[in-house]
């Protein structure tokens, strides 16, 4: 009976996230400023929580015109505070392409090294999961810099990071229960 209780709550569960999830996937899509002739950086979403599930699921887009063909750029974030001290954390890299654009992914180490500041493991089954030791970064909008690799053009945007709310943590516990997040604070 208590197995059938806490199969029906973990479905009710999953509605209602589900559900929630659906109308906070569409993102508005930043866009370059015509007006500006110089590199300009966007990113998509400009507006993040800091929930293990949701940020690892989120697909953090950074998109840069202006720059050198065929030149490399790497992304990093500005003045992220480590409680002892203030860092730029590299998040990004990529290719320019022939017109001067690139498209850069924040990658899932860089999620959850960077900015949960937790680690990738794996369970017996060889699933990958996450491991939580601390803090993420704190909550707050960051500067994120693209710099080129082979010119002094560099272009930045802004992107902000918030607190996991209801429907980040009853995600989270649910990574829990699934055995995919692991909480060793």
């Known amino acids: 009976?208590?197995?059938?209780?806490n199969k029906i709550l973990f479905?009710?569960?999953?509605?209602?996230?589900?559900s929630l999830s659906i109308t906070g996937c569409f993102h508005n899509e930043q866009k370059f400023d015509p007006s500006i002739r110089g590199p300009q950086l966007i990113?998509?979403?400009?507006?993040?929580r800091l929930g293990v599930a949701t940020l690892t699921k989120t697909p953090i887009i950074?998109?840069?015109k202006g720059f050198k063909p065929n030149d490399s750029v790497f992304i990093k974030l500005l003045d992220v505070n480590t409680g002892d001290k203030t860092i730029d954390i590299p998040i990004a890299d990529a290719v320019v392409d022939s017109?001067?654009?690139?498209?850069?992914?924040?990658?899932?180490?860089?999620?959850?090294?960077d900015i949960?500041?937790?680690?990738?493991?794996?369970?017996?089954?060889?699933?990958?999961?996450?491991?939580?030791?601390?803090?993420?970064?704190?909550?707050?909008?960051?500067?994120?810099?693209?710099?080129?690799?082979?010119?002094?053009?560099?272009?930045?945007?802004?992107?902000?990071f918030k607190n996991p709310s209801i429907i980040d943590k009853i995600k989270d516990?649910?990574?829990r229960i699934l055995g995919k997040i692991v909480i060793k604070k």
């Open 1 to 5: 009976m208590k197995i059938l209780n």
């Open 11 to 18: 479905l009710l569960l999953f509605i209602i996230i589900s």
């Open 62 to 64: 950074f998109k840069g």
């Open 116 to 160: 949960l500041r937790a680690k990738l493991g794996s369970n017996e089954k060889l699933e990958n999961i996450i491991i939580v030791t601390g803090p993420p970064i704190p909550e707050g909008t960051y500067t994120a810099k693209a710099i080129s690799m082979e010119s002094d053009i560099t272009a930045e945007c802004k992107i902000t």
């Open 99 to 113: 017109k001067g654009s690139f498209l850069a992914k924040v990658g899932t180490l860089a999620k959850v090294n």
């Open 43 to 48: 990113v998509t979403p400009q507006t993040i």
């Open 173 to 175: 516990l649910i990574g």
